[in-house]
Nanobody, 119 residues
Framework: QVQLVESGGGLVQPGGSLRLSCAAS????????MSWYRQAPGKERELVAT????????NYADSVKGRFTNSRDNAKNRVYLQMSTLKPDDTAVYYC????????????WGQGTQVTVSS
């Protein structure tokens, strides 16, 4: 079945960088768009970035535009989020998910990976 496993989080100082990875299985990865979400304590889950199935198009939330880069490797069934110039407001648990058209796997969330930006 659908599995999404996020990794790569950690503790970094403001201005630092991290690269998150999401390993996907249980579906034909190359046919699906992928998205990154994050959720900070006491806040709603927020859509951060999306990438279409062949990496031709990406979209970003205004809060991360210019600092984060979404990419994917269809041969490895992985999607990545390169995060630079990190700010304390980026602190959250980061999740990935997959979808095609109206079908998104929002019943299949991974455990997420914690990103903490602090001095």
């Amino acid at each position: 079945q659908v599995q999404l496993v996020e990794s790569g989080g950690g503790l970094v100082q403001p201005g630092g960088s991290l690269r998150l990875s999401c390993a996907a299985s249980g579906f034909t990865f190359s046919n699906y768009a992928m998205s990154w979400y994050r959720q900070a304590p006491g806040k709603e889950r927020e859509l951060v970035a999306t990438i279409n199935s062949n990496s031709a198009r990406t979209n970003y939330a205004d809060s991360v535009k210019g600092r984060f880069t979404n990419s994917r490797d269809n041969a490895k069934n992985r999607v990545y989020l390169q995060m630079s110039t990190l700010k304390p407001d980026d602190t959250a648990v980061y999740y990935c998910n997959a979808g095609e058209g109206r079908l998104w796997f929002h019943d299949y969330w991974g455990q997420g990976t914690q990103v903490t930006v602090s001095s």
